[in-house]
Structure formats: C-alpha cells, structure tokens
C-alpha cells in the first residue's frame, strides 16, 4: 500500500488524539503527517512515529499538500474548511454532524456500508456516522442480514466524553466536590457526577432530545431502502469513557440468541463476554482505550415473538468515533485512491 499525505483537523482534541494514536498503532502509511488545530492549539507537540510534530493553525494551512484530511474539529470548523479543502482536491473524512444529512454525501459506518465510499469524489467529503449510531450498526447490519430487521428499542447509557474534554472535566471537577462535601458545581450545569440524567442534548419540540434524533435518523440513512422503526432513550451516567446500549431487535422472521452469536463471532474488534456474573466484570472498564466494543446479556424474548436483547458497549472516542474514521481512510486508500 503506497504512502500518502494526511491532515488531522482537531488533532489536539479528545478524538484527534485517539486518531493520531491509531494510525501509529495499524501502522497506517502515512507519508507526511499535518497535526492541525485552532489558533489557541498551535505551536503545540504532538507525538508520532517517534517524531515531535509541531501544531500548525487549521485555518491557515494549505490542503492542497495533503490527500486526505480527517476533521474532528466540530461541525463550526468543518463548515468553514472543509469545502476549501476539498475544493482543492482533498478527500475530507469528517466527524462532526455538518454532513450527515447532506443527500450528496455519503455518511458511512465502516464495514457496514463501504460501498457508498465509490461516491466519495462526487463531493470530496465523507460524513463519519456517530460513535453511538457506530456502536449500533455494527452490531444490527449482521442481523439485517439475516432476516430484515423491522424495530429496534435501545436505550443508550452516554459517557461524559460524548460531550468532548469539557464533558471528561465537568465530571471530575464534580466528583472532587462532592466527595469534599461540597456541592457539584458553582453554576447551573446539571450535576452529572453521582448521577443519571434522562436528557442528554436539547430536547425538541416532538419530545425527543437531539442525542436520540441523530442516533435514529443516522441508523435510518445508514440503513437505508427498507422500513425501520428505531425507537431511542439517551441517558447520561457518570462514566468518562464508554457509551452502554440496551438494545431488543425484531425482525421479519424469528431471530434466535445462537444466530446472533455465530453471525458475531466472526466480527473484527468484537468481544463477546459470556460472563453474566454481574460482581465479576465490569464491561465497561473492560473496553475503556480499546479498540473493541463488547457485547453481552445475548437473550431471547420470553413470549416467543422472536426478538433478541442484548447489552453492548464501547469506547465511544477511540472506536466509536476514532477507529471508524481511521478504518474508513484505510479503505479509501485501498480502494478509491
């Protein structure tokens, strides 16, 4: 596989970082690695191949050096850069929501729908899915297979780190307080240390909150040409790392637990953890910093409808969000560049 110039937009954020990490890690043939970022982040140092990057300011820097260029920046920063980039020929990989219900572009969960990566050049632009509509897909798509799913009810146990570094500080700076008899914060946000909350984003007006909304309609678009019913609870816990879904699937024939299980089993970066001993694991510890998501509780609807529940979880930065995007470049430059 030939070398080429990549740029990282975001590169000193939470996802930027795993990404960086990952590359080394697969040993991705990068040629020419840009760490980019905002004004504030520049001149900064980044680790890579046993060399010191410097930091350079996204807004200033010259796409045209580069063939790919992975936006994990936010949507105000791809808005603003990634139509520059990819006018000047660049394939943008983005990670942020500004594309993913853009019909020109494709919104891709890898090795769930790679195929739509031939329309990338129509655009320059690939939209990554979300690290919970990753986490969900991966699991559902081989279920799909088997028989067309017709409902999914997933109730979703969000991590802090959904919300960025500011979600991972929010936590911890409310934990220290708490445990020092204080209370959790000296403004109004939500305590989240000790806690569950039923809202995670803005709840709209059809009652949904924003969370919920992007896990169903990006389930939907990745899964598209067949009716769908997803049905979607966001709850944020006090976890930092590790998004948790409950979830029960009905498809058009009867599904099975042991079907479920053989149709995972060959999967890449799945883990299935037969230990349903609740004081002998934790799953998500288990995954926190792994490139994996984990799946347990595999059972079958008790009235004999033929739906299947299980429980899975994952690291929703480094393989919700960073692995998806580093394997979605990989496949690019095998296939498309």
């Known amino acids: 596989m030939r070398t ?17 990490k990952l590359l080394e890690e697969r040993k991705f043939p990068v040629g020419e690695l840009h760490v980019l970022a905002s004004g504030n982040s520049a001149g900064g140092r980044i680790a890579f191949g046993g060399r010191s990057l410097t930091v350079a300011e996204a807004e200033s820097f010259d796409f045209s050096t580069v063939e790919v260029a992975i936006f994990a920046a936010g949507a105000p920063a791809s808005q603003a850069l990634a139509p520059v980039a990819a006018e000047a020929g660049v ?11 853009d019909e020109a572009v494709p919104l891709i969960v890898a090795d769930v729908n790679d195929e739509l990566l031939a329309q990338a050049r129509e655009s320059n632009i690939v939209a990554c899915a979300d690290a919970s509509t990753v986490q969900l897909l991966r699991l559902l798509k081989p279920l799909n297979d088997l028989a067309p799913v017709q409902e999914v009810v997933v109730t979703q146990l969000q991590a802090a780190s959904a919300t960025g570094r500011s979600g991972i500080d929010q936590l911890a700076q409310q934990s220290v307080r708490l445990l020092n008899g204080m209370t959790p914060s000296e403004d109004a946000r939500a305590q989240i240390a000790f806690n569950a909350l039923p ?30 019913s997803i049905l979607a609870t966001t709850v944020r816990v006090p976890v930092f790392y590790g998004h948790g879904q409950s979830v029960t699937v009905r498809a058009l024939q009867p599904l099975t637990a ?6 995972w089993e060959g999967l890449q970066d799945l883990v299935m953890q037969e230990n349903d001993d609740p004081q002998a694991m934790s799953p998500v510890a288990m995954v926190e910093g792994e490139p994996a998501v984990c799946v347990s509780r595999i059972r079958e609807d008790m009235e004999g409808t033929g739906a299947i529940s299980y429980f899975s979880v994952a690291d929703n930065v480094r393989w919700g969000a960073a692995l998806n995007a580093v394997k979605i470049v990989e496949k690019l430059l095998k296939d498309y560049l």
Do not use: C, F, H, W
């Open 258 to 263: 042991g079907q479920a299980m053989t149709v």
């Open 199 to 228: 809202v995670s984003g803005q709840v709209q007006e059809n009652g949904y909150s924003s969370e919920e909304l992007k896990l169903m309609l990006e389930a939907r678009r990745v899964l598209a040409g067949q009716p769908l």
């Open 4 to 20: 080429i110039n990549l740029a990282i937009v975001g590169a000193t954020g939470l996802v930027g970082e795993a990404i960086v």
């Open 91 to 101: 394939l943008v990989v983005d990670l942020s929501p500004a594309y993913r219900y």
